[in-house]
């Protein structure tokens, strides 16, 4: 794998978060002295300088398919970052108290993608389980949510029967005629004449309306007579011709 120093060393010391960070004793690979170096931890890179001050990596450790475990060394607190093959490097670090020591390999141990992936796996099955519950059942189809309740089964009631509506009645010059309905019996004057249709209801006005009806049939009355007269002539020729056209043509 090739990878480019610039970007590197830019990636290294540039201010993204860190994961880790802290002083570590590095084990050579010729020689079995230990080196204080700076270690960064950012993301499945482990970069090591020098000093804290270094404006650039003297190394970078690409932690994929790496185990990462306790080993037995002449410094204390030591751990060991250990890749599969035969040729591969095993990296012995040491850290300066117990808490650290932890902390560096609870870290790097987390740093590779294979582990992320182990854990995206995990929560999604976390959440599939918990939006779905467990299979099992009607042929292993997937649960109903946990918090889903079937509701009772209640027995359909019938709708209630509504009374039938009343038929709609004949008019006669715009006004119900309530005793045309079919084998009424039509009444009739003392002159053997059918009696007009009934005038429908007054409508009883309100106070206020009252009121300003009252005075404005007081301003205009003369208005008034004037109408009453003439829709009274006309209301008796409209009953003339409604006796004519009742009676027939006389033989």
């Known amino acids: 794998m090739k990878l480019n120093e610039r970007s590197l060393a830019f990636y290294a010391t540039c201010d993204s978060p860190a994961d880790n960070t802290g002083f570590l004793y590095k084990r050579g690979e010729r020689h079995t002295a230990y080196h204080r170096r700076w270690f960064v931890l950012k ?63 609870k870290s790097l141990s987390r740093a590779s993608f294979d582990y992320m992936r182990l854990v995206v796996r995990e929560l999604e099955k976390q959440l599939e389980e918990m939006r779905w519950g467990p299979a099992g059942g009607c042929g292993g189809c997937r649960g109903l949510p946990t918090s889903w309740k079937p509701k009772p089964s209640v027995p359909e009631q019938s709708p209630e029967r509504l009374p039938a509506l009343p038929a709609i009645l004949p008019k006669e010059n715009g006004c119900a005629v309530w005793n045309n309905a079919p084998g009424a019996v039509r009444p009739h004057d003392s002159e053997g004449n059918p009696r007009p249709p009934p005038l429908p209801p007054r409508r009883r006005a309100s106070s206020s309306e009252a009121g300003s009806a009252g005075a404005a049939a007081a301003e205009s009355s003369s208005t008034f007579c004037r109408l009453h007269e003439q829709y009274g002539r006309e209301v008796a020729r409209l009953r003339q011709d409604w006796l004519e056209r009742w009676r027939g043509p006389r033989p």
């Open 43 to 105: 993301g499945n890179m482990l970069f090591y300088f020098e000093e804290r001050e270094s404006r650039e990596p003297v190394g970078v450790i690409v932690l994929e398919g790496c185990t990462v475990e306790l080993c037995d060394s002449a410094e204390e607190f030591a751990f060991a970052i250990r890749f599969g093959g035969t040729k591969s490097r095993t990296y012995v670090l040491a850290a300066e108290s117990q808490a650290a020591m932890e902390s560096w390999v």
